[in-house]
Nanobody, 118 residues
């Protein structure tokens, strides 16, 4: 059974920092592309950052230079370090695993809320 469990969300003042974690189980974490996505009320879910097994990363333009995605394959954990948070970063943040087999299959976590106050 695949499980992705996010943690680390919460309320932070604008300009502050948060570190999100995603604990994965039931997948070959080290061979999975992992990513963080977010969805604000009334908006579509969007890519925040994605980290391939090769180490290649891509970020949304809106978070470049402020957010850093990383992974610990030994612990099967994905992280998102978020600095200089803005009110527009407020959203539910989701962890996603792209698991490669005969076909690519996507798995999602339940999300963690990030609220940024002025």
């Amino acid at each position: 059974q695949v499980q992705l469990v996010e943690s680390g969300g919460g309320l932070v003042q604008a300009g502050g920092s948060l570190r999100l974690s995603c604990a994965a189980s039931g997948i070959r974490f080290s061979s999975s592309t992992m990513g963080w996505y977010r969805q604000a009320p009334g908006k579509q879910r969007e890519l925040v950052a994605r980290l391939a097994t090769s180490g290649y990363t891509n970020y949304a333009d809106s978070v470049k230079g402020r957010f850093t995605i990383s992974r610990d394959n030994a612990k099967s954990k994905l992280y998102l370090e978020m600095n200089s948070l803005k009110t527009e970063d407020a959203a539910v943040y989701y962890c996603k695993a792209e698991v490669w087999g005969d076909a690519v299959r996507d798995y999602w976590g339940q999300g963690t809320q990030v609220t940024v106050s002025t």
